[in-house]
């Protein structure tokens, strides 16, 4: 069995919840996006971030997870929200169960880059979200940092 086999059956139907980062990413009055290359919510435009490792720090779970994914450094500004992904199947079962500390940064340094994880990634305005398949939480998001209560 592969890593990424490997990997992948501890993440489907999991006996307890994953720890996850996200991270927002503005720059130019534009966010990162990455569209996802593997499964859960494969094809579909999200922020990028991944699992965290055991033993290691979420923040550098953060840095980590979008260099992997996009090659670029940020300043991590704050935490921004905790998202919960829970995903069952047609018999109810919990196929996915992530929780997501999802952080607000912004782009310090490099030129995006796509890692093995995405398909692609790219910097869009908030204009050009309408034309993107993403999920209803990736928008919540978006809305929520660039529209502050």
Not at 105 to 130: C, M, N, Q, T
């Amino acid at each position: 069995m592969s890593n990424r086999d490997r990997a992948e059956s501890e993440r489907i139907y999991p006996q307890y919840p994953r720890l996850g980062v996200g991270v927002l990413v503005i720059h130019h009055q534009k966010v990162l996006l990455v569209k996802r290359g593997q499964e859960p919510k494969k094809g579909i435009w999200t922020i990028p971030g991944g699992l965290v490792k055991l033993g290691e720090p979420v923040l550098k779970a953060a840095h980590r997870e979008l260099w992997e994914e996009c090659q670029i450094k940020v300043h991590i500004n704050r935490l921004l929200d905790v998202f919960e992904f829970i995903d069952k199947d047609h018999e109810q079962r919990i196929r996915y169960h992530y929780t997501v500390l999802e952080y607000l940064a912004e782009w310090r340094e490099g030129d995006i880059h796509p890692g093995s994880d995405v398909a692609k990634a790219s910097w869009f305005s908030v204009h050009d979200l309408d034309h993107l398949e993403t999920t209803v939480d990736t928008r919540r998001l978006i809305d929520k940092a660039l529209n502050p209560i």
